[in-house]
């Protein structure tokens, strides 16, 4: 009796050892390729959610500083131009804004700190009800006046560290730009006790916040790299020249000064005038940042010296605002840095904009 066998193409026929071998082996090539696939996607993902997270620290900065801003004020009063000598009626104040370069003079304007590149882009200065004291006493009063600034400073985070962390090995120094809260306690408060109204041209009208802006100034957010500040006014304000009538006719230099009349018996210009004692009616700030990769890749390049960002040739001509910031923003890309920009015009909420200046 003869053994069934099953024949070659009969349907009991199975897989021969080299068909096995290539079914496994494209078999590895899809699982290869798929793994590869969830890899980089988790990778992008990862690098996503992490420039995400730093971006929005850095949002979160942005927003906390407009806030901060708008609610700044002068008091400004109407009182005799000479108590004993009266002839009219003047706009008064015992209080100080002012808005301008951080840390290199433009043109005939002072640097507002100076720190030269270590302080690129622009500064502001300001007092508000801002409740912040060293005495817990005090907490319980709801407007305690302030001073108070922001500006952008370059250099090492070593001064930030906690004491136990510095010089510990392993521990680094990190060259980073870091937007600058300057938020001295009340009691600190320097403005009164320059009694500036009194002073003559010539004085050190920034001495209030220069002389503690190192002690009483912390970082809010890292790798911020521009600050841009430009006063303003609204379209319902007076214009300063009805000829050229420009929203930012009162600091197209972007520069302001509500005591620029009195820093300079030079100080004649009717925008110098006209800012007496007197705040914008709006500021459009804008605040550029970049990633952390972006700013070690800075810092293997430039190690501790400022990064060559050309912001030193930028944002001095309001007028040119746009054209600076794409300029700013290719050299960006030249750099291969990843960058986001912030964008806002503030509403000053005590601005009561006018051009007369005496009654």
């Excluded at 993902?45 to 949002?59: D, I, L, P």
């Excluded at 304007?109 to 200065?125: Q, S, Y």
């Excluded at 952008?152 to 809260?181: N, T, V």
């Amino acid at each position: 009796m003869r053994a069934n066998r099953s024949l070659p193409n009969s349907p009991l026929s199975g897989f021969s050892l080299i068909e096995m071998m290539v079914a496994i082996a494209i078999l590895m090539v899809i699982l290869t390729a798929i793994f590869e696939i969830v890899d980089k996607t988790r990778a992008t993902f990862n690098y996503s959610q992490s420039k995400v997270a730093q971006f929005r620290t850095a949002r979160s900065a942005f927003q906390t500083m407009t806030r901060r801003i708008s609610q700044a004020v002068l008091n400004t009063y109407w009182d005799y131009d000479d108590p004993e000598d009266p002839l009219q009626y003047q706009k008064q104040s015992e209080l100080h804004f002012v808005v301008g370069p951080s840390g290199s003079p433009l043109g005939d304007f002072p640097e507002l700190l100076g720190g030269g590149e270590t302080r690129p882009g622009h500064a502001i200065f300001f007092q508000g009800p801002f409740n912040y004291s060293a005495d817990r006493d005090n907490r319980n009063f709801d407007t305690l006046l302030n001073s108070w600034g922001y500006y952008i400073e370059f250099g090492s985070d070593e001064k930030f560290l906690p004491p136990f962390m510095r010089g510990r090995e392993g521990i680094s120094e990190r060259y980073r730009f870091r937007l600058m809260e300057f938020r001295p306690p009340t009691e600190k408060m320097l403005v009164y006790g320059e009694e500036l109204k009194k002073q003559p041209p010539g004085f050190d009208f920034y001495q209030w916040f220069r002389s503690l802006a190192d002690d009483y100034s912390r970082p809010i957010a890292e790798n911020v790299i521009a600050l841009i500040i430009s006063p303003r006014r609204s379209r319902n304000d007076t214009p300063i020249d009805e000829v050229n009538d420009l929203p930012w006719d009162i600091a197209p230099d972007y520069y302001y000064n509500s005591r620029e009349f009195q820093r300079s018996s030079e100080s004649n210009e009717p925008r110098f005038q006209v800012s007496k004692h007197q705040l914008p009616s709006l500021l459009h700030i804008t605040l550029i940042t970049i990633d952390d990769r972006s700013a070690i890749k800075l810092e293997e390049e430039f190690g501790r010296n400022v990064p060559d960002l050309q912001l030193d040739s930028l944002f001095q001509n309001a007028s040119r605002y746009e054209a600076d910031l794409e300029t700013l923003e290719n050299r960006l890309l030249e750099l291969n840095l990843t960058y986001q920009v912030f964008t806002d015009t503030v509403a000053m909420r005590a601005a009561k904009w006018t051009n007369l200046t005496e009654r």
